[in-house]
């Protein structure tokens, strides 16, 4: 596996094993796919010829059109913009021939469908991912950091299972699927608990007493079933 991807995976598996406030190393990684797209399409890749192709063809969902804005290039995000409308105008333009209005609707449901900064990221995380069980699989190191993860939220549990299900045969699937499941049960153990003691806290009856580890659990429990993966 590409260095390009296991110098990134460690980094963010020792960073959430040295500080396990940030959370799950998986959305960590995707946000800084998503951080390195929103950078290159907003300054060294805006003008590329091959990039603008892409970026006229797919657009962007509504999210990345904010987190775009929010970065402050304005002119940047402009000239993106302006492209992409002159490269509409012609997309749209209803035909002489054919079914009324079947241009536009194929057209605009082609946009809402795709999104140039999704699709990049998603491809790398995949490899992301994968690169995951390589190296559990094969750097006798990495084992003990994922084993000492705060939890994987259960979209990236899932896509880890996904992984090692293809990459690892029998045996070593058994391991990995104890190993990674073992954070993610102990960890939704002392979630349930802290959530059931944030909801007593609403009784009179525990009024006086402390909120012991309660009082973000709402947050973290979103968090941990749907993924922590946009910086807003």
Same mark, same amino acid.
């Given at each position: 596996?590409?260095?390009?991807?296991?110098?990134?995976?460690?980094?963010?598996?020792?960073?959430?094993?040295?500080?396990?406030?940030?959370?799950?190393?998986?959305?960590?990684?995707?946000?800084?796919?998503?951080?390195?797209?929103?950078?290159?399409?907003?300054?060294?890749?805006?003008?590329?010829?091959?990039?603008?192709?892409?970026?006229?063809?797919? =657009?962007?969902?509504? $999210?990345?059109?904010?987190?775009?804005? #929010?970065? %402050?290039?304005?002119?940047?995000?402009?000239? *993106? @913009?302006?492209?992409?409308?002159?490269?509409?105008?012609?997309?749209?333009?209803?035909?002489?021939?054919?079914?009324?209005?079947?241009?536009?609707?194929?057209?605009?449901?082609?946009?809402?469908?795709?999104?140039?900064?999704?699709?990049?990221?998603?491809?790398?995380?995949?490899?992301?991912?994968?690169?995951?069980?390589?190296?559990?699989?094969?750097?006798?190191?990495?084992?003990?950091?994922?084993?000492?993860?705060?939890?994987?939220?259960?979209?990236?549990?899932?896509?880890?299972?996904?992984?090692?299900?293809?990459?690892? =045969?029998?045996?070593? $699937?058994?391991?990995?699927?104890?190993? #990674?499941? %073992?954070?993610?049960?102990?960890?939704?153990? *002392? @979630?349930?608990?802290?959530?059931?003691?944030?909801?007593?806290?609403?009784?009179?009856?525990?009024?006086?007493?402390?909120?012991?580890?309660?009082?973000?659990?709402?947050?973290?429990?979103?968090?941990?079933?749907?993924?922590?993966?946009?910086?807003?």
């Amino acid at each position: 596996m590409e260095q390009i991807y296991t110098i990134p995976v460690n980094e963010a598996f020792e960073a959430s094993r040295d500080d396990p406030a940030c959370g799950c190393p998986m959305c960590a990684i995707y946000r800084k796919l998503e951080e390195n797209e929103l950078d290159l399409i907003l300054g060294a890749s805006m003008m590329e010829p091959d990039v603008r192709i892409k970026t006229n063809e797919q =657009g962007f969902c509504r $999210l990345h059109y904010d987190l775009m804005f #929010v970065r %402050k290039n304005r002119l940047g995000m402009a000239l *993106t @913009l302006e492209s992409h409308l002159k490269e509409l105008q012609n997309d749209i333009k209803e035909g002489a021939f054919g079914t009324p209005g079947n241009k536009p609707l194929k057209r605009i449901g082609e946009l809402e469908s795709t999104c140039y900064v999704c699709k990049r990221a998603a491809f790398h995380f995949e490899h992301m991912a994968e690169t995951v069980v390589f190296l559990w699989d094969s750097d006798e190191d990495f084992g003990p950091k994922l084993r000492a993860q705060p939890y994987f939220c259960l979209p990236h549990y899932k896509k880890l299972l996904e992984y090692g299900q293809k990459r690892l =045969g029998k045996k070593k $699937l058994a391991q990995f699927t104890s190993e #990674v499941g %073992k954070v993610v049960n102990d960890y939704m153990s *002392t @979630l349930t608990e802290d959530i059931s003691w944030f909801c007593k806290k609403f009784d009179y009856r525990y009024d006086q007493e402390p909120w012991y580890n309660s009082k973000d659990s709402v947050e973290r429990a979103i968090k941990f079933l749907r993924s922590d993966i946009h910086n807003k």
